[in-house]
């Protein structure tokens, strides 16, 4: 939990809270503040597609905590330029570090604790709300905003340097028959979900401030960190009564609607709106990434989370041309993004006539591979383990 507040919820996040200080206290234009998120969502890319390429990356334990070290060490350094190449550089480098600290965790997760990964993932909320906190409880000073939420980051972190990683299931991935054309479908709207949930996570708060009195934008980042801790929980505990493409077609509609609130103004449609963002978005991930793995799919996090921050640098691209004006504008393309997505799990959901079985992992006499159950018998996917 730890681990995903200081990689996710601070090295990623905490750059929405403190843009508006930014361009405030220092000349970076709207446009600027807009290639900083996507020089963070093309590191955040990078990573991704390493820990595809090279799978060892996705479990090492020496990858995360390099990467911990690394976010950690960007945040000040923010403060220490004001350079837009170094501010681009630095954001970068964040998100490569982001991207592999989140694969290895919540392969952590789901190998040893898959009951429990709610509560893992919910530690990207804690990391939003505490780092926001942390920039209004402050003098509004960019530079005192990026030392601290660096402290933070670092105080989050050390839990990692004690934990040791448990046993890692030693099963073979191999696609289930007929389920292909569901993880490619799923890959397309998880992949659209980036786009827009990025363009929301991004401009939230800089739309709000824009047309909303006093601290309002502040206030509704805190609210979305609170909201993420017990989502993913929540959407996970439902699984055992819907399907997950069921549940990422609703979570999809509402966090579109909750977009679609913030471009408002008033208090109340901001507060809704960030309780309805916050409460989806990582609720997605969960679901999201849980489907994959239940498909089958060999590497399937590392390459739904490649294609997700895909859409995360073709998002602020996507929006650019409107940064100039009103960002409710920009929230607004956000909310149909996510609806399109929302479309694209609902296919699933409709087309899926076979649920997928629920499987097992086992190993036989140098075999490893998964026990699936299809209803009727219970019958074994198997491939040679690595040590024969």
């Known amino acids: 939990m730890s681990t995903l507040a200081a990689a996710m919820g601070i090295g990623r996040f905490a750059y929405t809270p403190i843009m508006p200080l930014m361009t405030a206290q220092t000349a970076l234009s709207p446009h600027t503040a807009g290639q900083l998120a996507t020089a963070n969502y093309t590191g955040y890319l990078a990573g991704a597609v390493a820990a595809t390429v090279l799978p060892r990356l996705a479990h090492s334990r020496t990858v995360l905590l390099t990467s911990l070290t690394v976010i950690t060490v960007s945040l000040p350094a923010m403060a220490l330029t004001t350079t837009v190449p170094m501010w681009l550089a630095l954001r970068t480098i964040a998100g490569l570090g982001s991207a592999l600290a989140f694969v290895v965790a919540v392969n952590g997760l789901l190998d040893v604790a898959p009951r429990h990964a709610g509560w893992g993932l919910g530690g990207v909320g804690i990391g939003i709300a ?229 499987s097992t992992l086992v190993e036989i006499d140098g075999l490893s591979g998964e026990s699936v159950h299809d209803g009727q018998h219970r019958f074994p996917v198997l491939g040679a383990t690595p040590d024969k």
């Open 130 to 358: 505490s780092s926001a906190a942390l920039v209004l409880a402050l003098p509004a000073d960019w530079r005192l905003a990026w030392w601290s939420v660096g402290v933070l980051a670092a105080l989050l972190s050390v839990p990692a340097w004690w934990t040791r990683p448990g046993p890692r299931p030693a099963a073979v991935g191999v696609t289930r028959p007929g389920y292909g054309s569901r993880f490619w479908l799923l890959f397309g709207g998880y992949t659209l979900e980036g786009i827009g949930y990025i363009i929301a996570a991004t401009f939230l708060v800089a739309a709000m401030a824009q047309h909303s009195p006093g601290p309002i934008g502040g206030v509704a980042w805190l609210v979305v960190g609170l909201s993420v801790i017990p989502s993913a929980v929540v959407w996970d505990r439902v699984t055992a009564r819907w399907s997950h493409p069921a549940l990422l077609t609703v979570a999809l509609l509402l966090q579109a609607a909750g977009i679609a609130l913030a471009c408002f103004g008033t208090t109340a449609a901001a507060t809704l709106g960030a309780v309805l963002f916050g409460g989806t978005f990582i609720g997605v991930s969960s679901l999201a990434l849980a489907y994959g793995r239940r498909l089958g799919v060999p590497g399937a996090v590392a390459v739904l989370t490649a294609g997700y921050s895909a859409g995360q640098i073709v998002g602020p691209l996507m929006v650019g041309p409107l940064l100039h004006g009103d960002f409710r504008l920009v929230l607004g393309a956000g909310a149909a993004t996510v609806s399109v997505a929302a479309l694209v799990c609902a296919a699933i959901w409709i087309g899926g006539r076979k649920p997928v079985p629920p």
